[in-house]
């Protein structure tokens, strides 16, 4: 069975760091790309990063350039997702994806992404 498992939310305040995880299982791991997408409260779901399965091929929102790092550790089977730098606007449940067609590039928009995880909780606050 497929499974998608986040990890690493936390209560942090403006400034901080965190390093999310998702970990998989129940299927080829190195053969999918991933994405990190977040929904906060009234808004809609978006894509912040994504990572290919050949070569790591990177993508980043423009909101999170800079201050947010995309890895992957196929030997774990797990993608990490390092912020830093965070602000209040963080603020959202983070969501890890898997997508079989991103294998040189990857996008952050939903459409190739057919397995998700449940989500971790991210508040950015003093």
């Known amino acids: 069975q497929l499974q998608l498992v986040e990890s690493g939310g936390d209560l942090v305040q403006p400034g901080g760091s965190l390093t999310l995880s998702c970990a998989a299982s129940g299927f080829t791991f190195n053969y999918y790309g991933i994405g990190w997408f977040r929904q906060a409260p009234g808004k809609e779901r978006e894509g912040v990063s994504c990572i290919s399965s050949i070569g790591g091929s990177t993508n980043y929102a423009d909101s999170v350039k800079g201050r947010f790092t995309i890895s992957r550790d196929n030997a774990k089977n797990t993608v990490y997702l390092q912020m830093n730098s965070l602000k209040p606007e963080d603020t959202a449940v983070y969501y890890c994806?898997?997508?079989?067609?991103?294998?040189?590039?990857?996008?952050?928009?939903?459409?190739?992404?057919?397995?998700w995880g449940q989500g971790t909780q991210v508040t950015v606050s003093s």
């Open positions: 994806a898997a997508g079989s067609s991103l294998q040189r590039t990857c996008v952050i928009n939903e459409t190739p992404y057919a397995y």
